[in-house]
């Protein structure tokens, strides 16, 4: 897609928003580039928007690949060159996710894959017209997180 206009990409420790925001701004300069992640672990999203690594409370999150409890300088630096913006999601909003890409599009993601999705649901609000991509990535569900939600979402009432 030569015309997207913007791609969204989980972040953790930053090593694949890296490469991606790297790349895409290569191609096309114009292209956002947003990272997404959790309220809960928000290491990279208070650093980027301090314009420095900031000491960061993580909590616990469903989106354990998300977790990072320090900033690393080396993708630090990448990402306040090349990435235009970090937005944040809910746990609740990633189950959402999660859900409705296993039941409407048969794709099963790990929470931490889906946090983009759960942007485009919630969080990031697209132009009229605007190109996206979502970076959807990982399967390490557990089958026992993985029961418990279709047995929250699925619930006869």
Known sequence: MPDIDTVLVPIGGGGLISGIAYAVKQ???????????TVNAPTMAKAFHAGRPVPVTVQ?????????????????????????????????????????????????SEPSGCATVAAIMYSYKPKPKEKIAVVVSGGNVSINYLTKLLAKFNTVG
């Open 27 to 37: 191609l096309r300069k114009e292209t956002k580039v947003i990272g997404v992640q």
């Open 60 to 108: 616990p999150t469903i989106a354990d690949g998300l977790i990072v409890t320090s900033t690393s300088e080396i993708t630090f630096g990448v990402i306040r060159e090349y990435v235009d913006d970090i937005v944040l999601v809910s746990e609740s909003q990633i189950e959402q996710a999660l859900y409705q890409l296993l039941s409407n599009d048969h794709v099963l």
